[in-house]
């Protein structure tokens, strides 16, 4: 059968823009995106009952994918409500209390050691030990749960996965396509991190600092603090229990993270190392805390956790599922329809995109800008690397430029926006930990990181 490739990139397109328009509108996009994925497997089939099986498809795809991330997720909510309701938490957070003393401290040290972490494990494990010690303190002190998750997800998402300088994965995939060594790309990217961060975390903070200022946000609003609504329940365990689980929990996450240094555990296998921690601490918790009562208080627990994973995930998962689509998702949702010589909707465009535009200086910076940003719109940021460090390679010959620079700058924005920061999946494990909205978080990380774009880019024409 033949397929009209054309007709479902347009498709695409317009979905994308609707998408965004009714994200920046705040309204809901769940039948924007089931209408686009019907529409397209219509296009690529030809059958109505193909393309309404490949909207269920596409939804089972979805969850598969965004799973070990609900779990994980799920299970640290349930190990914090056993510390909330045990009062341990306050015992955990009472030396972090003394440091840190106001929002703008709390902003900047749950972002400088999220950045940290980031840089050693990547952000999803970073992002669940984030959670566990620092949000309640930053709560405690003023800043409200938006204004933690933007920490959490600019500094970690953002900076430490975009330049991904100790594990090197996006580096070398752009550089594997640009056909340079990645110690090129490694080293072009420095100054291109150091602005791109920089400009986002400060803008971000800044209106962060006026919202509070007039009262656009509060602390005791209904995103905030959603684990300190438990109540303390009567419980058995007594006060040097209580400092005794505060000084193991840390030391089991610092053993964590001992444990990933020494084998080498990093992404899906770092997170499941997490949430299992999180799991044997609930353990700890509800068997010292509750003796008899400790198989019901487990599973009642595990329960709550889960019913938050599932409540927070679940209007993430059609507009998961319509990006997945332009990627490597669209033969498993709706079959092997799409042409050899396509290399999925996404690239695609992002090629097209590449061979429409004139070669110059700042039309090729602007170009890996827009091809990185393109391909990041798959919600994974990696995806689209290897097409990234190939445009790049074709603008270094036409202008005698920075292959380097061009594709570290490719690299940059294709994390940032599918790492990432603004695509919704992608920033919800900051956004589930601090029991905020992910739309919201998306769309208080739009006006930051796109100035960052535009500055980076800027100087990227510079460095060329």
């Known amino acids: 059968m033949s397929v009209d490739l054309t007709a479902i990139h347009w498709i695409y397109i317009v979905f994308i823009v609707l998408i965004i328009g009714f994200m920046i509108l705040r309204r809901d996009t769940t039948i924007i995106c089931i209408v686009g994925i019907f529409l397209i497997a219509l296009t690529a089939t030809g059958s109505i009952t193909a ?3 490949g909207v269920f498809t596409s939804f089972i795809y979805a ?4 799973l070990a991330i ?8 349930s190990m914090s409500k056993s510390l909330m309701a045990t009062g341990i938490n306050d015992v955990m957070i009472s030396p972090f209390a003394k440091l840190i003393k106001t929002p703008s401290l709390a902003y900047w040290t749950i972002g400088i050691v999220m950045m940290l972490i980031s840089l050693f494990f990547w952000p999803s494990p970073a992002v669940a030990l984030m959670g566990a010690v620092l949000l309640p303190v930053a709560i405690r002190v003023g800043l409200p749960a938006i204004g933690a998750a933007i920490a959490m997800n600019l500094f970690g998402h953002g900076i430490a996965l975009s330049g991904d300088y100790i594990i090197q994965g996006a580096p070398k995939i752009a550089a594997d396509g640009a056909g340079i060594p990645v110690n090129d ?3 072009a990217s420095i100054p291109l991190v150091i602005i791109m961060g920089l400009v986002t975390t400060i803008t971000a903070f800044y209106f962060l600092k006026r919202d509070m200022k007039n009262g656009k946000l509060k602390v005791n609003n209904h995103f905030d603090v959603p684990l300190e609504t438990e109540k303390k329940e009567v419980t058995q365990l007594t006060p040097f229990f209580k400092r005794l689980f505060a000084l193991l ?8 993270i001992v444990a990933m240094v020494a084998f080498h555990l990093q992404g899906g296998d770092a997170t499941a190392l997490v949430g299992g921690t999180s799991i044997l601490i609930l353990l700890l918790i509800t068997f010292a805390g509750y003796k008899n009562k400790a198989l019901e208080q487990t599973t009642k ?3 709550e956790g889960l019913q938050f994973g599932f409540k927070v995930f679940g209007p993430v998962i059609p507009i998961a599922a319509f990006f997945y689509l332009g990627d490597a998702g669209f033969q498993s949702m709706i079959g092997d329809y799409l042409p050899k010589t396509s290399h999925g909707i996404v690239n695609d465009l992002g090629a097209a995109l590449a061979n429409l535009v004139p070669v110059t200086k700042e039309v090729g910076a602007i170009t890996a800008t827009g091809v990185g940003i393109i391909t990041g719109l798959d919600g994974s940021g990696f995806s689209g690397l290897s097409l990234v ?3 790049a390679k074709l603008f270094s010959h036409g202008i005698e430029s920075s292959i380097a620079t061009l594709t570290s700058l490719g690299q940059i924005m294709a994390i940032w926006v599918g790492g990432g920061t603004l695509v919704p999946w992608a920033l919800i494990p900051a956004a589930a930990i601090c029991g905020v909205d992910p739309f919201e978080l998306a769309r208080r990380n739009l006006k930051p990181v796109i100035i960052g774009m535009v500055v980076t880019t800027i100087v990227a024409m510079f460095l060329l």
């Not at 609900?70 to 909510?77: K, N, R, T």
């Not at 929990?249 to 053993?255: A, C, D, G, S, V």
């Open 249 to 256: 929990i840390p030391i089991f996450f610092i053993l964590d």
């Open 185 to 187: 790309v490694l080293h």
């Open 51 to 53: 393309s309404i099986s």
């Open 301 to 303: 627990y595990l329960i």
């Open 63 to 66: 969850i598969t994918k965004l």
């Open 389 to 391: 460090g190939s445009v």
């Open 70 to 77: 609900i779990l994980v997720i799920s299970l640290i909510v």
